[in-house]
């Protein structure tokens, strides 16, 4: 099974800041099968990146992922109010899909 | 519009039983790999159970976790995911998400490109 690690757990900043969000796995993710998703409390889940960078539909572009092998980033360029959050990655390389514990981005 | 409305959940013993259902809508059910994911209070989220699209409708796959106990299934023609859990545990008490499965590939090369809002499951006695 692929651990995905996620850092930092919780990350304090105020709208219009740079979040970077992290997430890394314990063994290399072949043909960058991750995607990232955004949860709010009592609303689905939404998917934000899929395939380690390519934007969902309707996603801002102050949205983009990066990343290979086994180190990832989720990167929000500016912080709207509505951004705020907690962040998973996820992995579908190989069974059981996974995802990280989380990034919990609040306001500062 | 995709839409994915869970139904289902609530207050079961442990030992107990409960059956889960997801009425999909907006897109071709049929022809979508649908899954479970469930959230325990406080914790990240864990993919639970797939099962797949046309031609694949009989494929399922199961979280070790689940195995034995948890069974998915599907009625295409009322666009309608289930998923029939017994001999339930404590630990199965979560928030449990219908989601529509996405990929150019086969399991386990897909991502969840929607959700549903969730149904909860207390596991108590």
């Known amino acids: 099974e692929i651990v995905l690690t996620q850092s930092p757990g919780t990350l304090s900043l105020s709208p219009g800041e740079r979040a970077t969000l992290s997430c890394r796995a314990s063994q290399r993710i072949s043909s960058s099968y991750l995607a990232w998703y955004q949860m709010k409390p009592g609303q689905a889940p939404r998917l934000l990146i899929y395939g380690t960078s390519s934007r969902a539909t309707g996603i801002p572009d102050r949205f983009s992922g990066s990343g290979s092998g086994t180190d990832f980033t989720l990167t929000i360029s500016r912080l709207e109010p509505e951004d705020f959050a907690v962040y998973y990655c996820q992995q579908y390389a190989n069974s059981p899909r996974t995802f990280g514990q989380g990034t919990k981005v609040e306001i500062k | 519009e995709v839409q994915l409305l869970e139904s289902g959940g609530g207050l079961v013993q442990p030992g107990g039983s409960v059956r889960l259902s997801c009425e999909a809508s907006?897109?071709?059910?049929?022809?979508?790999?649908m899954s479970w994911v469930r959230q325990a209070p406080g914790k990240g989220l864990e993919w639970v159970s797939t099962?797949?699209?046309?031609?694949?409708?009989?494929?399922?796959q199961y979280a070790d976790s689940v195995k034995g106990r948890f069974t998915i299934s599907r009625d295409d023609s009322k666009n309608t995911l289930s998923l029939q859990m017994n001999s339930l545990r404590a630990e199965d008490t979560a928030l449990y998400f219908c989601?529509?499965?996405?990929?150019?590939?086969?399991?386990?090369?897909?991502?969840?490109?929607?959700w549903g809002q969730g149904t909860l499951v207390t596991v108590s006695s």
């Open positions: 989601a529509k499965d996405r990929g150019s590939g086969s399991y386990p090369n897909h991502f969840f490109d929607f």
């Open positions: 907006g897109f071709i059910f049929s022809s979508n790999a």
């Open positions: 099962i797949g699209g046309s031609g694949a409708a009989g494929s399922t």
